[in-house]
C-alpha cells in the first residue's frame, strides 16, 4: 500500500502543477472554448481546473463531466483521471469497479499509467479479482515503458510467486498487444 500512497501522491502533485496553470479565468474560458468544440486536452484541463478549483469554484462533479468527455474518446489521461475519481468518491460514489474499468482502457491502450493502476486493482483485488499474474502481467508491461513505480512494484509482487507464476505472467506480456485509438 506505501507504494500506492506514493504513487497517488506523486500523480496528485503532478496534477496541482499542470493544474496550477490554469489558475486565471481568462485560460479556463480558453480551455472551456476548446473543450466545448471538442478538444480533449482542454476538457482534461478544463475537468482539472474543476476538481481543484483553478480559476473556478471546486466542482467535482463538474470535473468528472469533463474528464468522462475526455475519457468517452479515448483520452488515457482523461480515463486514468476518471478511473481515479471513481476510485476516491470524487465527483461520483466510488466504485472500484468503474475505476477498473477506466483504468483498463488507458491500459489495453498501452499507457504506462493505467497499466500500473491496473496491476495494482489486481495485485490488492480492489475493482478486480486478486491475481498476482495478471498484477505482474501489467507491471511487466509498465515497467518495459520505464515506469519507475512499476518496476519496484514488480520486483516486490515478484518475490511472493512461484517461477512458475512469474514465468506466465512474462508470457501474457509478451503476448500483449496493444489496441488502437478509436
Given at each position: 500500500?506505501?507504494?500506492?500512497?506514493?504513487?497517488?501522491?506523486f500523480?496528485?502533485?503532478?496534477?496541482?502543477?499542470?493544474?496550477?496553470?490554469?489558475?486565471?479565468?481568462?485560460?479556463?474560458?480558453?480551455y472551456?472554448?476548446?473543450?466545448?468544440?471538442?478538444?480533449?486536452?482542454?476538457?482534461?484541463?478544463?475537468?482539472?481546473?474543476?476538481?481543484?478549483?483553478?480559476?473556478?469554484?471546486?466542482?467535482?462533479?463538474?470535473?468528472?463531466?469533463?474528464y468522462?468527455?475526455?475519457?468517452?474518446?479515448?483520452?488515457?489521461?482523461?480515463?486514468?483521471?476518471?478511473?481515479?475519481?471513481?476510485?476516491?468518491?470524487?465527483?461520483?460514489?466510488?466504485?472500484?469497479?468503474?475505476?477498473?474499468k477506466?483504468?483498463?482502457?488507458?491500459?489495453?491502450?498501452?499507457?504506462?499509467?493505467?497499466?500500473?493502476?491496473l496491476?495494482?486493482?489486481?495485485?490488492?483485488?480492489?475493482?478486480?479479482p486478486?491475481?498476482?499474474?495478471?498484477?505482474?502481467?501489467?507491471?511487466?508491461?509498465?515497467?518495459?515503458?520505464?515506469?519507475?513505480?512499476?518496476?519496484?512494484?514488480?520486483?516486490?509482487?515478484?518475490?511472493v510467486?512461484?517461477?512458475?507464476?512469474?514465468?506466465?505472467?512474462?508470457?501474457?506480456?509478451?503476448?500483449?498487444?496493444?489496441?488502437?485509438?478509436?
Amino acid at each position: 500500500m506505501k507504494t500506492l500512497r506514493n504513487f497517488i501522491a506523486f500523480t496528485s502533485a503532478l496534477l496541482l502543477v499542470v493544474s496550477s496553470q490554469a489558475a486565471d479565468d481568462p485560460q479556463v474560458e480558453n480551455y472551456r472554448k476548446a473543450a466545448e468544440k471538442g478538444s480533449i486536452f482542454d476538457q482534461t484541463m478544463l475537468g482539472s481546473c474543476y476538481e481543484y478549483g483553478k480559476g473556478v469554484s471546486k466542482d467535482e462533479a463538474e470535473a468528472v463531466k469533463w474528464y468522462r468527455k475526455a475519457a468517452d474518446q479515448g483520452y488515457n489521461v482523461a480515463q486514468i483521471l476518471l478511473g481515479f475519481c471513481y476510485k476516491n468518491g470524487e465527483g461520483v460514489a466510488t466504485n472500484e469497479v468503474e475505476a477498473v474499468k477506466w483504468f483498463r482502457k488507458a491500459a489495453e491502450r498501452g499507457d504506462q499509467s493505467g497499466q500500473y493502476m491496473l496491476g495494482l486493482s489486481y495485485q490488492y483485488g480492489k475493482g478486480a479479482p486478486s491475481n498476482n499474474v495478471e498484477a505482474l502481467k501489467w507491471f511487466n508491461l509498465s515497467a518495459a515503458q520505464d515506469y519507475e513505480i512499476a518496476k519496484k512494484t514488480q520486483f516486490e509482487i515478484g518475490r511472493v510467486m512461484t517461477k512458475e507464476e512469474i514465468a506466465e505472467a512474462q508470457r501474457l506480456a509478451r503476448e500483449f498487444k496493444p489496441q488502437k485509438a478509436p
